[in-house]
Nanobody
Framework: QVQLVESGGGLVQAGGSLRLSCAAA????????MGWFRQAPGKEREFVAT????????DYADSVKGRFTISRDNAKNTVYLQMNSLKPEDTAVYYC?????????????????WGQGTQVTVSS
């Protein structure tokens, strides 16, 4: 089992940047594909980014490509989401998640472990 704790959210103006962190505790962090998802009020949770165990493979939602970067540090059991050029439509609760299948995927159901989320608010 893996316990995940997100941090780094906050209020930022449009065009600004934030870096989210997700610290993992429990079973070997490097065994898991990691992902970031987000959920805005009244909307379903949606995929943002994913990264494989080594960091060699990443995938992004079209809405964040070129603006967001996912990375991981297996020595620190942490995954990051660098968010640049933020837009008001990026406002949401951001969740990190762990996927034990070994395959990067956008499918929410493949991720077994979830953090509690961190709020990101982008003002116009």
């Amino acid at each position: 089992q893996v316990q995940l704790v997100e941090s780094g959210g906050g209020l930022v103006q449009a065009g600004g940047s934030l870096r989210l962190s997700c610290a993992a505790a429990g079973r070997a962090f490097s065994n898991y594909v990691m992902g970031w998802f987000r959920q805005a009020p009244g909307k379903e949770r949606e995929f943002v980014a994913t990264i494989n165990w080594s960091g060699s493979t990443t995938d992004y939602a079209d809405s964040v490509k070129g603006r967001f970067t996912i990375s991981r540090d297996n020595a620190k059991n942490t995954v990051y989401l660098q968010m640049n050029s933020l837009k008001p439509e990026d406002t949401a609760v951001y969740y990190c998640a762990a996927n034990p299948t070994g395959w990067t995927t956008t499918y929410t159901g493949s991720y077994d472990y979830w953090g509690q989320g961190t709020q990101v608010t982008v003002s116009s």
